[in-house]
Nanobody, 128 residues
Framework: QRKLVESGGGLVQPGGSLRLSCVASGFTLDLHAIGWFRQAPGKGREWVSC????????QYAESVKGRFTISKDNAKSTVYLQMDNLKPEDTAVYYC?????????????????????WGQGTQVTVSS
């Protein structure tokens, strides 16, 4: 029943911006943590960012810190990843993932195995 659907990917030039969306259904978003991952061609899935259910914990990979911002709108059951100052090395398929371990005080995790369910991915290409 739990489902995540990403959107917002596309082609942007280096230095440009893009906002990804992840729409959740089948569960109460404010009781779950959400992570963003990406997978470049020929590479493994890389953790990018995450946010706890209460937004008491947000984390970013060093490679995107200061450029990407995770946020959510519980009323819209949507998590966002705002990506600014994009670089060619940001090119990848981006996935959102849900962690059912929610509630106050939970710290989101920066590794794949913490997450229970995944979206289908959206392609982000950064190129001139």
């Amino acid at each position: 029943q739990r489902k995540l659907v990403e959107s917002g990917g596309g082609l942007v030039q280096p230095g440009g911006s893009l906002r990804l969306s992840c729409v959740a259904s089948g569960f109460t978003l404010d009781l779950h943590a959400i992570g963003w991952f990406r997978q470049a061609p020929g590479k493994g899935r890389e953790w990018v960012s995450c946010m706890s259910s209460t937004e008491s914990s947000t984390q970013y990979a060093e490679s995107v810190k200061g450029r990407f911002t995770i946020s959510k709108d519980n009323a819209k059951s949507t998590v966002y990843l705002q990506m600014d100052n994009l670089k060619p090395e940001d090119t990848a398929v981006y996935y959102c993932a849900g962690d059912r371990r929610g509630g106050p005080g939970y710290t989101c995790k920066g590794y794949e195995s913490a997450y229970d369910y995944w979206g289908q991915g959206t392609q982000v290409t950064v190129s001139s």
